[in-house]
């Protein structure tokens, strides 16, 4: 069973976002709204539909996209995100899909032991994490550098952006004996400000490695990630 809540929403769920959004490409306003609909096509995270009245006059034109001609998102627009060149909420430029509203991610200090081991190799060990609670994923437990043996990892050249969190700034892969996991380990140098206490500190997939929390074994969780994706 695991141990942290799932997401909620169904695929096809609409409702209103409260949020001024906007889109920009080649340098000017394709749209700007305050009646942006969230459109669940899929069930973990959102899309923006706007209403085609709020589009800029010829610019759908060479952009890709879908007019939703039935629903509740009917007489709206779905972009494809990376069909603009940045997308906005009110003011602050978002990143990879809208924030879900149903979604809640806390950075949370803690003075539980974690130990993170592989193939019996110890890769880190901190009695001071940050546990990073996000809804629909298992608890991310982030630990000091100074906690991490960086000497068995090896850097690597990935980079990924969370709406939430912000731009990695470092991944590393780990190779042992019996095991060659690519990313299995990553850093925010700078995120955004709701989630500053993991800047700096690194985290390791649980799908990938063995995690020991005040003595207990945690079994790796089944995410998207245990496939050998790469995300926070």
């Known amino acids: 069973m695991r141990d942290y809540p799932q997401l909620l929403v169904e695929p096809g769920h609409v409702e209103p976002a409260p949020r001024r959004v906007r889109g920009v490409a080649g340098g000017t306003t394709v749209f700007d709204t305050i009646a942006a609909l969230y459109v669940w096509e899929r069930p973990h995270y959102p899309q923006y539909a706007i209403p085609v009245t709020d589009v800029a006059a010829g610019r759908l034109a060479g952009l890709e996209h879908r ?64 546990l990073l609670f996000e809804t629909g994923l298992p608890t991310r437990y982030y630990l000091d550098r100074t906690a991490v043996d960086l000497a068995a990892l090896v850097p690597s050249d990935t980079v990924t952006t969370c709406p939430y969190k912000g731009t990695t700034s470092g ?45 207990r074994r945690l079994e790796r969780p089944e995410t998207p990630f245990s496939r050998g994706g790469t995300r926070r």
């Not at 019996?178 to 140098?189: Q, S």
Request: proline share 6%.
């Open 171 to 215: 991944y590393w892969s780990l190779g042992t004996p019996r095991a060659l996991v690519a990313d299995v380990a990553w850093t925010y140098a700078y995120t955004t400000p709701a989630l500053a206490p993991i800047a700096g500190l690194i985290a390791f997939f649980n799908e990938h490695v063995d995690l020991t929390v005040d003595g």
């Open 67 to 130: 007019v939703v001609e039935d629903g509740p998102a009917a007489g709206h627009v779905r972009f494809a995100w990376d069909a603009l060149d940045a997308w906005f909420e009110e003011d602050e430029q978002i990143f990879v899909h809208p924030r879900n509203p149903y979604a809640r991610v806390d950075a949370v200090r803690s003075s539980r032991t974690v130990r993170v081991e592989l193939d019996g190799i110890l890769l880190a060990e901190s009695s001071s994490p940050v």
